[in-house]
């Protein structure tokens, strides 16, 4: 790396460091002015206390990390202004492009590991946080979840289930099968005290079985030879131990691959359900773009600010930052009560700002 890239990456990421303390700062004071006495009474471990404000934060960082790269980037380019070193680096035959690249790649990587914390690290540790907090911050299984519910729309299939370890959700405990007929009637009902999901293949241990009448009246069995079998196959289940995992689940507790589960489990949605849902997908994949596409706009913003008023290219920045956010917010809107195709709602604000910023861009070259 040249010595120019590593002034210029150094003078970038110190405030870049200073406005990300600021704003988790900012975060986790009032965080704690809600949960401080609770905090107090629970006395957990340092380690978890820092794990959990990791976690609780941790679905902001899509909201936080395109602001600290904009006031960061902001800063920057003021201060090189202020003391004339752009004009100098230009005389000295340096484009543009090449004093700003340094900035450009810190946001692309921002962007990068925004995207990954998105899909790997932010769901499990956000419902870990949110539970623990649900808790009064005392420990808590998180692998373990009980009476939890799901529902087979496609064939017509409800499982209730008493317990379910999430390391090891092809063991079920205490399990209720349902399975209904075209008309919604109850067809009959399997209970097991345990149900393994071996080989692609669902086992019940020491399975009961009760039919009904098409009044969902109790009849009695006519296969009395299923009764005498203690472990029994059921190959035509087509549901995996994930589909239970992904039931239920908070978007920003489900990763993109659980939405797009989620999605293929409920064929039946209405035309909005599916809007919505499709849009919350869109969104998640095309949301770490921000850090690239704010950061696009606030080096213009910066370098006005250095050369005519701070003020205005503060307010032109942050006008920017607060249009880019209303427009998608806007557009989130008319994507959700399908006044606008869900396509255009997710790419349009990010396109829109991303041409704006490279035309900024291009004006200081």
Partial sequence: MRILSRYILREFLVPLAYCLIMFLGIYILFELISSFDDLLAAKPPLLTIVAYFIGYLSPFFIWLFPATLMLAALYTMWNFCRHSEITAMRANGIGFVVIVRPLLLVATCAMILVAVLNEVYTPGAAEWAWKFKDDDFKKTK???RENVAYFNQLDRR???????DIQKPGTLEGVRLSFDREDKSRM????????????GVWWFFNPQYQYFDELNEPVANHYKA???LSIRSFPELTETPRDFLVMNKKPEHSTTRDLLTDLKQNPHLSKQERCIKLYDIGARLIAPLSCLVITLFAIPAGVVTGRQSVFKGIVAAVAM??????????CEVGAKNMF????????????LFLCIGIYLFYRQR
Avoid: K, Q
Wanted: no cysteine.
């Fill in 321 to 330: 930052f607060f249009s880019f956010y209303g427009t998608a917010i806007l």
């Fill in 158 to 164: 409800i499982w209730r289930i008493n317990r379910i």
């Fill in 188 to 199: 009959l009902e399997v209970t097991a005290r345990r149900a393994e999901y071996l080989d």
């Fill in 142 to 144: 998180m692998s373990i």
């Fill in 340 to 351: 606008i195709p869900v396509t255009v709602a997710v790419i349009f604000p990010n396109l």
């Fill in 226 to 228: 299923l009764e005498s």
